[in-house]
């Protein structure tokens, strides 16, 4: 009996050459939906006014950084004028590269709230990555957290889907 390893994806093989990219300009979409069970009370368009990807030199070497990825929004929080960023500890490639899974933080009013995004790689090219996904977040704990509410319009919610689409060049 032979035993076969399969090969599995790298980060080398899913994301771009080292270095660090920025999203293109007018090439980024955010969207934040509050959703109450299966149907969604209020959506709106949200500015990504910066988003980066960095990847480092060699991400399996253990001596270096892991590949990360920053985005940050304008007006997701209408009520606080700091900006909100999501920061990414760790990336994990799934469903052999073709997507990824961010855990990560995303700094609301000065609070750090845990979160996951999931992305599914759309294009990749040696010096350009395009990238879709969502996070959800449960509304009332992060309600409870930050004091965050998605509109001055009291909606009911229970759930947060904050979409974001990029093209890191």
Not at 87 to 94: F, Q, W
Not at 98 to 122: E, H, I, S, W, Y
Not at 129 to 158: E, H, K, Q
Request: zero cysteines; a positive charge.
């Amino acid at each position: 009996m032979t035993t076969v390893t399969l090969p599995t994806a790298t980060f080398a093989a899913v994301l771009p050459h080292p270095g660090r990219y920025a999203v293109a300009p007018d090439r980024s979409l955010a969207e934040l939906t509050a959703w109450y069970g299966p149907l969604p009370t209020h959506r709106r368009r949200v500015t990504l006014t910066d988003a980066t990807l960095t990847v480092p030199d060699d991400p399996t070497v253990p001596e270096h950084p892991a590949p990360t990825l920053r985005f940050e929004f304008e007006d997701l929080d209408r009520t606080d004028d700091t900006p909100t960023v999501l920061t990414s500890d760790t990336i994990e490639l799934l469903d052999g590269g073709r997507k990824l899974q961010l855990t990560g933080d995303l700094n609301l009013r000065g609070v750090r709230f845990p979160a996951l995004l999931r992305l599914r790689v759309v294009e990749r090219a040696d010096h350009r990555l395009l990238v879709v996904g969502t996070a959800l977040l449960p509304y009332r704990l992060l309600r409870r957290a930050t004091g965050f509410r998605p509109s001055r319009l009291p909606r009911p919610a229970t759930r947060l889907r904050l979409l974001v689409a990029a093209e890191f060049a």
